[in-house]
């Protein structure tokens, strides 16, 4: 999945994996349930566009967070 954002007029694209959530299940005919989860988007890479072309940021954004976004590691990004 590829998303775009823009950011103060600069475009970036933010190649990833989208899980949706998981609804909440109070009660199955047991008695037991199912808490659910969040929706959770990870990232694999993120890219700039530039008036020269498309520039891959991935290691630039990854030094500058404590998150590494490298391809082969999912990554929790973020949360809803």
């Not at 990854?62 to 082969?72: D, G, K, Q, W």
């Amino acid at each position: 999945m590829e998303v775009q954002l823009k950011l103060n007029d600069q475009l970036l694209f933010i190649t990833g994996e989208y899980e949706p959530e998981e609804p909440e299940v109070r009660y199955y005919p047991d008695g037991s349930g199912y808490p659910g989860t969040p929706s959770e988007f990870y990232i694999n890479k993120v890219e700039w566009e530039t008036v020269n072309g498309t520039i891959d940021i991935t290691n630039l954004i990854n030094s500058l967070t404590s998150h590494s976004f490298h391809p082969s590691q999912k990554t929790e990004y973020m949360r809803n």
